[in-house]
Nanobody, 119 residues
Framework: VQLVESGGGLVKNGGSLRLSCAAS????????MSWYRQTLGEEPSWVAD????????HLSDLVKGRFDISRDNAKNMLYLQMNSLKPEDTAVYYC?????????????WGQGTQVTVSS
């Protein structure tokens, strides 16, 4: 099983980035997918999630109106479009998968991608 994030980097205040997460080794379309972010010394915080079919999304109030989560089940890909970035969005962003078909709710995490927003 692999979740591989990409697309992070350094961007100026107000800029945009698109994060991608490539999934493999499991049935992607069975899994609810999420993005989390973590700053140094803090626990990961939830950013956004999307249901297996892609029709239902939720966004943290901190990013609502600026970020958008989407997925392509044919390509086993998850995305996070980030617009109007702010310095406080600086964090390591993680892709997270949760199995919605089993009681155990198996979960997987990616290795993370760094997003740095300069002021």
């Amino acid at each position: 099983v692999q979740l591989v994030e990409s697309g992070g980097g350094l961007v100026k205040n107000g800029g945009s980035l698109r994060l991608s997460c490539a999934a493999s080794g499991f049935t992607f379309s069975f899994y609810s997918m999420s993005w989390y972010r973590q700053t140094l010394g803090e626990e990961p915080s939830w950013v956004a999630d999307i249901n297996p079919g892609g029709g239902i999304t939720h966004l943290s109030d901190l990013v609502k109106g600026r970020f958008d989560i989407s997925r392509d089940n044919a390509k086993n890909m998850l995305y996070l479009q980030m617009n109007s970035l702010k310095p406080e969005d600086t964090a390591v962003y993680y892709c997270h998968a949760r199995d919605t078909t089993s009681v155990s709710g198996t979960t997987y995490w990616g290795q993370g991608t760094q997003v740095t927003v300069s002021s």
